[in-house]
């Protein structure tokens, strides 16, 4: 969507501070010996005690409320029976709708006791994300988000997922611009406007770079050992920095 009035602008901000305290109430609350349902659970809890529905259920008949992914799975993976470990590398999903307004966001975190190799790959995902954040503004050309992702990953050692995109939302889950590549694509010549909100989602790996699709349909999933971690939040373009939409 484009933002067109204040009220839109304190809509998004709404349902982003909702969907920002779910990933941290989920983050908290993640443990040994529970399992990715029970902490779904805690998610559409949070969403429901402040109003808000959760996205993919609601649009796409998604079978859990948040996306929880484990170790060898990237994205879109579904909350069940498996058991959370000591030391699993987890990305939480959380996307959720309230008022007709959607926001989208994610993070990848390790389950204690943390390792140097995953907690670096955490890290450099995170700074990734904000380094893109904090470069755009009406104005830059598209393919800038995904040439500043493969800089960066490189950097430090790392790889970039190029079959998982950022794309817009604001008044639904997917809008335009879709697939908003994580690579330089030359050939694209979109240029962001002032009102634009979109998210910035990187998926940094320390091998595979790309995911394949499951068996369930669903989940998203590395082809060999290596771990991927997702930083992304939801964000509003301004002819300065862009308003992060889904920050605590």
């Not at 649009?59 to 994205?75: K, Q, R």
């Not at 993070?107 to 904090?134: G, R, Y």
């Not at 050309?141 to 997922?161: D, F, P």
Request: glycine share 8%.
């Amino acid at each position: 969507m484009t933002i067109q009035s204040q009220e839109d602008i304190e809509q998004l901000m709404k349902i982003g501070r909702i969907v920002a305290m779910t990933i941290e109430e989920m983050k908290k609350s993640a443990r040994p010996g529970m399992t990715t349902r029970e902490l779904d659970l805690i998610g559409q809890e949070m969403l429901a005690r402040h109003g808000a529905t959760s996205a993919p259920m609601k649009d796409v008949n998604f079978p859990g409320y948040t996306c929880i992914s484990l170790n060898e799975e990237v994205a879109h993976g579904i909350p069940g029976d498996r058991v959370l470990q000591a030391g699993d590398l987890i990305n939480v999903d959380v996307s959720a709708e309230l008022n007709g307004y959607y926001a989208d966001a994610g993070q990848s975190f390790q389950i204690p006791p943390a390792t140097n190799e995953i907690d670096h790959l955490c890290q450099a995902t995170h700074a990734t994300m904000m380094k893109v954040i904090n470069s755009l503004k009406a104005g830059v050309k598209l393919n800038q988000v995904g040439k500043m992702m493969q800089q960066e990953a490189r950097r430090s050692g790392y790889r970039i997922v190029e079959n998982l995109c950022s794309h817009g939302v604001g008044k639904g889950l997917h809008e335009e611009p879709y697939e908003i590549l994580p690579y330089y694509e030359p050939k694209d010549r979109r240029v962001l406007k002032a009102g634009q909100v979109i998210t910035i989602e990187p998926f940094v790996s320390t091998g595979a770079s790309y995911v394949v699709e499951q068996a369930d349909g669903w989940t998203l999933a590395v082809p060999d050992r290596s771990r991927v971690a997702q930083f992304e939040h939801t964000i509003i373009i301004t002819n300065n920095k862009p308003i992060i939409v889904t920050a605590c």
